[in-house]
């Protein structure tokens, strides 16, 4: 059984899940959100008559703050931490990571995000690509799924789900879905392939960090890369006039508030869609992202 747990991110529902997962070995959480919504966590899990000290085993897909930034807090209480190996020295010392995050968001740190200290070696594991994790009777398969970050992991539940944090895409109370593309490693082949390997695992059910189940696959995954392939194109002529991020933003976030709203999406829903996936970010990413491609 799965167990959504809203962290209410800003005051905003249906933006940020974590999830819970009963095991014959404890319970298990996928992603732990941003350490700025941990007084949520420790209320989603008292719903369910836990407490952050029952949690043994957390999987993160990614160090992103708002997947990762709680690990540290839950491995203070004993909990072990399952991440990519290249995410990994980012938890272990997480002080670039802080500090490129913060030339980012400058004095929103504390609102956005909150602490994130450091988590012990011996209490960090690296999967192999395809490791199994098995935790009572359920198993955890490690599937890299690099595009949106180097360090990204879907993490396959039995045979059935996948947990996809941001490889799937942000989709939002019936929205469309659409890519997160924040920089530095935005690479949209890498993710492309990806996509490919969630279709190719067959799995009857996705789970988003931003946000919750989705059960029509193939058609979600289909939107997401042609979506993906489109705000690429978008990007790309404006990268090769020399537009910078700044110049290109408002012209982005009015195109992707059109997507929105001709997809049905409106009111507050738009505010959790910017607030799940910024545009800036976007703008930001795809612009190295065809840097990269170019040099």
């Not at 045979?159 to 690479?187: L, R, S, Y």
């Not at 978008?234 to 059109?258: L, S």
């Not at 910017?274 to 800036?280: Q, R």
Request: proline residues 6%.
């Amino acid at each position: 059984m799965i167990d959504l747990i809203d962290l209410q991110f800003l005051d905003s529902p249906h933006t940020i899940a974590s999830f819970l997962v009963r095991t014959g070995e404890g319970p298990v959480l996928v992603e732990t959100g941003p350490h700025s919504t941990f007084s949520q966590l420790e209320l989603g899990l008292k719903a369910h008559g836990l407490t952050p000290d029952d949690i043994r085993h957390v999987f993160l897909t990614h160090i992103h703050l708002d997947h990762a930034g709680a690990a540290w807090d839950l491995a203070r209480r004993g909990a072990r931490i399952y991440v990519h190996p290249v995410g990994a020295p980012h938890l272990a010392d997480p002080s670039r990571l802080m500090s490129s995050a913060k030339r980012i968001y400058g004095d929103q740190m504390d609102l956005l995000w909150g602490r994130m200290e450091a988590i012990p070696e011996d209490q960090i594991h690296r999967p192999e690509d395809g490791e199994q994790i098995t935790l009572g009777e359920s198993t955890f398969t490690a599937w890299y799924t690099p595009g949106h970050a180097i360090h990204h992991i879907a993490w396959q539940l039995d045979e059935k789900v996948i947990f996809t944090g941001d490889v799937a895409g942000v989709k939002i109370n019936g929205g469309i879905v659409v890519p997160p593309c924040p920089p530095p490693d935005i690479h949209v082949e890498n993710w492309q392939a990806s996509i490919a390997l969630l279709r190719s695992k067959d799995p009857e059910a996705l789970y988003l960090t931003h946000y919750g189940k989705v059960d029509r696959i193939n058609e979600h995954l289909r939107a997401l890369e042609k979506r993906l392939l489109d705000w690429a194109e978008w990007i790309r002529p404006r990268f090769e006039a020399g537009k910078t991020v700044e110049e290109t933003v408002p012209d982005f976030q009015a195109y992707v508030q059109k997507q929105l709203e001709e997809g049905g999406v409106k009111g507050e829903q738009l505010s959790q869609y910017e607030k799940a996936n910024p545009s800036f970010m976007s703008v930001a990413g795809l612009m190295r992202y065809w840097k990269k491609k170019t040099q």
